[in-house]
């Protein structure tokens, strides 16, 4: 850090040497005793007092607010906020800058305020550049990260909607994202109704938006109108199909309460057979041993686990196992399996379950970022709707 900030105070030094310099040649007198002393402080490892030297040396006009921008910059980058803040106002209030660099004034005073928290501050900065149509783009792309950190969404969906005018871009993804947010609000308020609407207003805004058909499921579901739950949860083939192991126990549960037991296994053997994954053999396999018992159930996982071997597959068939009365029924299941297993099946179920508690069950397709919990909006980069199952031996 102290090699990075020599190396930004060089070019400051050089400006205001070559101020005084040109300002000496005006009035016949010798560079000020100031710059030679902030000299001194530079070459000596005293970044500090040289940065509040040549700020006093640099009087504020056109040929100097770059220099003072970036020491601005300089400051905040450095964890220094309030020098950046105060700073950057010296700036914004001297007369004599030019229109341009009074905007790019205010741009980087907005940021101060947005490092310090100061998020009502920043807004109101980047509100005006918005009404001035100065640096429209950039205020409405910060202003959006204003108002998700304040999870102000109507705010957000409108400010989004100004965006999309502005850029020429659909902003009908990531507004849905936001209806999706004022549905779980209205929800928690008891707000069912509410929730609906902006869940439906979501779809309209954006068709393949699988979140949506989710949480309309989930409430349609939680008042008994497993029918139309139903039809939300399998919208989702067709939204996103990297989202069905999310939904694929809620489905089942719908057949059941409807009393449609063949059409479930109809509907996740279709689903076996195009997109594979581990919740629905998981799904399956339980199917089994409900209707024809743990033998059954573990025919159809090593049957599974032969073509698609997964930590989830395995641990589960240990279940079954475990489950089965005796020895001598676990042999005539399958030779593969001795009767010696169940001896060793708490040993292979403790490590099993240390390995699957160290694994992300979801990553950001963005950055990478790794989650044990489903985030519509990554924490990592921000980006909304990026985060998917794994899927490998690990996941899926």
């Known amino acids: 850090m102290m090699f990075e900030l020599l190396w930004l105070l060089l070019p400051v030094a050089a400006a205001s040497g070559w101020y005084a310099a040109r300002r000496a040649e005006g009035t016949g007198r010798r560079l000020t005793p100031d710059y030679f002393r902030g000299l001194h402080y530079l070459l000596n490892d005293q970044p500090d007092r040289a940065i509040e030297v040549f700020i006093k040396v640099l ?9 003072q921008l970036a020491l601005g910059n300089l400051y905040r980058r450095r964890g220094e906020v309030d020098r ?3 700073l950057h106002q010296n700036l914004v209030a001297r007369p004599a800058l030019t229109d341009d660099l009074r905007l790019e004034a205010h741009l980087e005073l907005a940021q101060d305020y947005l490092s310090a928290g100061v998020l009502d501050r920043a807004e109101d900065i980047y509100r005006d550049l918005v009404g001035a149509k100065a640096h429209r783009v950039q205020a409405l792309r910060h202003l959006l990260d204003i108002y998700e950190q304040e999870k102000d969404w109507d705010q957000a969906r409108s400010t989004a909607l100004e965006l999309a005018a ?7 993804a990531v507004i849905s994202q936001y209806l999706c947010e ?6 928690t308020l008891g707000a069912k109704g509410e929730a609906l609407t902006l869940l439906r207003a979501a779809r309209e805004a954006h068709p393949g938006c699988a979140r949506a058909s989710l949480h309309e499921g989930d409430i349609l579901s939680s008042q008994g109108s497993y029918d139309l739950a139903l039809a939300a949860y399998r919208r989702i083939e067709d939204q996103d199909a990297d989202y069905l192991p999310e939904v694929i126990g809620r489905i089942r549960k719908c057949f059941d309460k409807l009393g449609r037991r063949e059409a479930a296994r109809g509907y996740l053997e279709r689903v076996l057979e195009r997109y594979g994954g581990m919740t629905v053999v998981l799904a399956l396999a339980e199917m089994s041993r409900e209707e024809r018992g743990n033998s059954s159930a573990i025919h159809f996982m090593l049957d ?3 073509k698609r071997p997964t930590v989830r597959g395995f641990d589960r068939l240990l279940d079954f196992a475990s489950d089965t009365a005796s020895a001598e029924a676990m042999a005539e299941v399958s030779a593969e399996i001795s009767a010696e297993v169940p001896d060793h099946l708490d040993v292979m179920k403790g490590l099993l379950a240390q390995l699957m508690n160290d694994r992300p069950v979801y990553q950001c397709r963005h950055c990478g970022f790794a989650a044990r919990s489903l985030h519509w909006q990554c924490p990592g980069c921000k980006h909304w709707d990026t985060v998917r199952p794994v899927r490998g031996v690990v996941g899926e």
């Open 59 to 67: 009087e504020i006009d056109e040929e100097t607010a770059e220099t």
């Open 84 to 86: 950046a803040i105060r």
């Open 166 to 172: 502005a850029t020429g871009t659909e902003q009908g």
């Open 182 to 187: 004022g549905a779980l609000k209205s929800l």
């Open 304 to 306: 599974a686990l032969a």
